[in-house]
């Protein structure tokens, strides 16, 4: 018995090299999609916050269940939170990421006590209520968020004071890829490990989890929490690679979108909303380029096809496919 015992941490704890290999995915896309658009690195590393921003969504609804269309609120504060930062205190481009999560979890914290006690249609409507304010906050406060001209000349210094942020976006494509890899490491531990399956527990049937002595606005609102420091990080990342922070930041639109790209993804998969959002992003970005003015009719059709004949989403549907060529292999 003793033995059994000591072999079983040091079973738990050996490396196996298929533990990194979402990771190692991520890596290789990362390192493709800066090969196959070199001259329009700005675009990919619009691609890359898009995924970080989708992550943060996935968190909140795909795992926990809590519905929101005001995730752009947590988005927002990030971009000014860095933006303000880097113009007023240091452009030091790694202290803004951690004022723009600061910034993203602390506007989580301050409205999540009241959208994690209203459930539905009014959850949904009180998210969009307070991304809306902040709208209206920054869109009024001229003198602090620049109002409609939003704040601009940002400027961050070189990355660990050698790497410049280039007219080119070479800089700012590989500090957005480093950024993602290390928030979908952290989240994919974070959802394995029992904190995420008890959200989950809690999006299936929340009634169970309470009467088995789950403490739901806990677990919740630290959800939540983290999903807003994922989505402030994902603002803070936009505005020093931009060095441009906007009202649209803050804008239902950016919720929406973020929403459109998990739904395509496949919800309660983090490996879902990257790929969702790189399908949607290429989508919108070839559709917008051949008809500027119809390119939504596209995105309209894909989703509509992916909600009726991949109700689980793109990830559900490699998933099922990939099962099917197991079980075939199996039988021959």
């Known amino acids: 018995m003793n033995t059994i015992l000591m072999k079983a941490p040091a079973q738990r704890l050996r490396w196996r090299p298929t533990a990194l290999a979402p990771e190692a995915l991520l890596l290789l896309g990362g390192i493709g999609l800066y090969l196959l658009v070199p001259d329009d690195l700005g675009f990919a590393t619009r691609v890359l916050i898009g995924a970080l921003f989708a992550l943060s969504l996935d968190l909140v609804l795909g795992y926990g269940g809590i519905v929101t269309l005001g995730q752009a609120a947590l988005f927002g504060s990030g971009a000014y939170a860095a933006g303000l930062f880097a113009l007023h205190l240091s452009g030091n481009p790694l202290l803004g990421l951690v004022a723009g999560a600061a910034a993203g979890a602390a506007t989580a914290g301050l409205t999540g006590w009241l959208v994690l006690r209203s459930h539905g249609l009014t959850a949904v409507m009180i998210t969009i209520a307070v991304a809306q304010v902040l709208l209206e906050v920054a869109s009024k406060w001229r003198s602090v968020t620049g109002g409609d001209d939003g704040l601009s ?11 410049e942020f280039d007219f080119f976006g070479h800089t700012g494509y590989w500090y957005a890829l480093v950024v993602l890899l290390l928030v979908f490491a952290a989240l994919r531990r974070l959802v394995a490990a029992p904190f995420g399956l008890t959200l989950v527990g809690l999006r299936e049937d929340r009634v169970r989890m309470v009467a088995l002595g789950c403490r739901l606005q806990r677990r919740l609102g630290t959800a939540y929490l983290i999903g807003g420091a994922v989505a402030g990080l994902a603002g803070a990342l936009s505005a020093q690679v931009t060095q441009v922070v906007g009202l649209s930041s803050l804008s239902f639109a950016q919720s929406a979108e ?6 395509l993804g496949g919800t309660g998969r983090l490996w879902g909303a990257i790929l969702g959002t790189a399908v949607f992003m290429g989508v919108h970005h070839l559709a917008s380029s051949i008809d500027p003015l119809r390119w939504m009719l596209v995105i309209g059709v894909m989703l509509l096809g992916v909600v009726l004949f991949m109700p689980q989403g793109l990830s559900g549907a490699v998933v099922s496919l990939w ?3 197991q079980r075939r292999q199996e039988a021959a």
Not at 153 to 163: D, K, M, S, T, W
């Open 258 to 263: 973020a929403l459109v790209m998990l739904v």
């Open 323 to 325: 099962r099917r060529l």
């Open 153 to 163: 000349g940002i400027a961050v210094q070189p990355l660990f004071g050698r790497f």
